[in-house]
């Protein structure tokens, strides 16, 4: 270790020696590094962070969330049921910083993007030679009147976990049973497309077994759903009586909503409610627009092949802000589309060219505690957005035993379990 | 130094991993611990693969794996089968 070479020199030119090797996989082996910045902290931006790191050890690699604990979205709605813990939805970072990624608290306040750098709240800066967006959703606070901020202590959305989805369960429980609850379900695109209905289920569950007078209209700006013949087969196994779907077209896109008086409104009728969740419009994360990255729709149009931006060269954008076309706005997403994103920027850093990638989507939700549903996609790039892999994807059986669905509810935990542990474990 | 070029030889398998590969560690865990009854891929023989993702394709499943192993050629699925059986822990 002496003869004048540092240790850090000697390590990186035994693991060249070492990769040239004929055990080693032929490969990118001899990495660029490079300085690559990731903001935000879950599903996609973890995912990306980390996978960056593993990719390419002698990559710096910052991680910007402001957050000190991820709560996530996926079985939360067991959450709002009173079916589990807030605590199993929580996980923190520190095992990223373990890998070697860098973490930052401080909130990113702006980019600049002809220098290549990111300036946070606290006034410091990191430049960057390629930098990750997964900022996640933001709620269109203007998109529905009466649902503001301060609308959202009163009728929550818990369209991000947390308090809002604390909020939520204390309402239900602290409900009189006859009770009626409404919910408001936006048009597409948003975060988690069959969450809805799969929050409708289980709140259906919950007023079953412990408020059986009680009453849930789901209004819905939408005619159809994902999932949909499952759902709506379930529903009727299972809730007849106490679960009502209203689509678009029977009057059910509501147009406003008065926190005060405790109604929710469409065209056609209003709904007085003991409880309102308004799943409202949504957006791409906040930091899409100072970076310039989102287009009208509020949302990020990226290339299918890196993820990287088709307004700004040089930010690649994952998860629910990207506008992926077949691909939806799930957390299994984000986790694919993050580890294709981490070795296109490899390769990108490395001056080679990024692979065509293949991508899987799959997507439990839970009826009843018991009874699951599924729905699975593969995803190839063609005529510049990402498509459906023809003859494959689609939802689980309709006529199905309840062993199929017993099954299915076991695979929704076993993949929570899975991910997360890939993610923050 | 052994272990410092295990992990540049792993590290550069990740990053090559041949299309749709990465995607599969969503569901089936790379860490032994994971409590879930999907199967973990990484250094199960190639052919043990191969077998089940052409039984998928071809067969009844009552899982999503039915949906997906329709999404992939042959050459694909050996590629991505050949990929796990180098993959260790």
């Given at each position: 270790?002496t003869?004048?070479?540092s ?7 035994t693991?060249a020696a ?11 082996g001899q ?7 990731v903001?935000g902290g879950?599903?996609?931006?973890a995912?990306?962070?980390r996978?960056?790191k593993r990719m390419d050890?002698?990559l710096?690699?910052t991680?910007?969330?402001?957050s000190?604990?991820?709560v ?20 923190t970072?520190?095992k990223?910083?373990d890998?070697?990624v860098?973490?930052t608290?401080?909130p990113a306040s ?7 750098a ?6 410091s800066?990191i430049?960057?030679d ?7 959703i ?5 998109a529905?009147p009466g649902y503001n901020e301060?609308?959202?202590d009163?009728m929550?959305?818990?369209?991000k ?7 939520l ?5 602290s409900?009189e049973?006859?009770?009626t609850?409404v919910?408001s379900?936006p048009a597409?695109?948003f975060?988690c497309p069959?969450?809805?209905y799969?929050r409708a289920s289980?709140i259906a569950y919950?007023?079953?077994t412990k ?10 700006a ?7 013949r499952?759902?709506?087969k ?12 209203v ?8 147009t406003?909503v008065?926190?005060?008086g405790?109604t929710?409104?469409?065209?056609f009728?209003?709904?007085?409610a003991?409880v ?8 791409a994360g ?6 310039g990255?989102?287009?009208?729709t509020?949302w990020?149009?990226?290339d299918p092949v890196t993820f990287?931006?088709k307004q700004?060269p040089g930010i690649h954008?994952?998860?629910?802000a990207?506008?992926?076309?077949a691909?939806?706005?799930?957390a299994?997403s ?7 994103c ?7 850093l490395?001056?080679k ?7 899987i989507?799959?997507?439990y ?5 018991d009874y699951?549903?599924?729905?699975a996609?593969?995803?190839h790039?063609?005529?510049?957005q990402?498509?459906d ?5 689609g939802?689980?059986?309709?006529d199905?035993?309840s062993?199929t669905?017993?099954?299915?509810a076991s695979l929704?935990?076993g993949w ?10 | 130094?052994l272990?410092s070029?295990a992990v ?10 041949p299309?749709?590969?990465?995607s599969c560690s969503?569901c089936?865990?790379a860490k032994?611990w994971?409590?879930?009854q ?8 190639a052919?043990?693969i ?6 998928f ?9 039915g ?8 050459e694909?699925?050996k ?5 796990y059986t180098?993959q260790k822990?």
């Open positions: 270790m003869h004048g070479i240790r850090r020199a000697l390590l990186a030119s693991a070492g990769c040239s090797a004929a055990l080693c996989v032929p490969a990118l990495g660029a590094g490079g300085r690559v910045v903001i879950g599903f996609a931006g995912t990306c962070a996978f960056l050890p002698r710096i690699v991680l910007v969330e402001a000190p604990v991820f996530a979205c996926p079985l939360s709605n067991s959450v709002i049921a009173g079916l589990r813990d807030i605590a199993a939805q929580q996980f970072l520190d990223l910083a890998d070697g860098a973490l608290r401080a702006g980019i600049n993007t002809q220098t290549r990111v300036t946070l709240t606290n006034n800066r430049s960057y390629r930098l990750v967006l997964a900022p996640g933001d709620i269109r606070w203007d529905l301060a609308a959202a009163r929550p959305h818990a369209w976990a947390g308090e809002q989805t604390l909020l369960r204390r309402q239900l429980e409900m049973d006859g009770g609850v919910i379900a597409n695109p975060r069959p969450g809805p799969e289980l919950y007023l079953k408020k059986p007078k009680s009453k849930l209209i789901v209004l819905d939408k005619d159809a759903f994902s999932k949909q499952l759902f709506q379930a529903w009727k196994e299972l809730y007849p009586g106490i679960l009502e779907w689509p678009l077209s029977a009057g059910g896109k509501v406003s008065d926190p005060a405790m929710v409104v469409t065209d009728a209003t709904h007085k003991s309102a969740n308004v799943i409202p419009p949504q957006k906040r930091i899409a627009e100072a970076a990255i989102a287009d009208r509020g990020c149009p990226v990287e931006s700004q954008v994952i998860g629910d990207a506008i992926m076309g691909m939806p706005k799930s299994f984000a986790n694919a589309q993050a580890k294709v981490a070795a296109a920027v490899v390769r990108l490395a001056g060219k990024p692979d065509q990638p293949k991508l989507n799959t997507c939700s839970l009826v009843a505690p699951g549903i599924s729905i996609g593969v995803y790039a063609a005529d510049g990402l498509r892999v023809e003859g494959a994807g939802i689980s059986p309709i199905a035993p062993s669905r017993a099954q299915d929704a935990n929570f379990k899975t991910i997360t542990e890939e993610v923050f474990g | 130094m272990t070029s540049t030889c792993m590290a550069a398998g990740l990053a090559d991993a299309p749709g590969a990465t969503g089936h865990p032994k994971v409590d879930t999907v199967p973990r891929l990484n250094g199960r023989p052919a043990d191969i077998a089940a993702m052409q039984a394709k071809t067969g009844q499943s009552g899982t999503v794996m949906l997906i192993a329709k999404g992939f050629s042959s694909e699925i590629a991505i089968a050949d990929w180098s822990d």
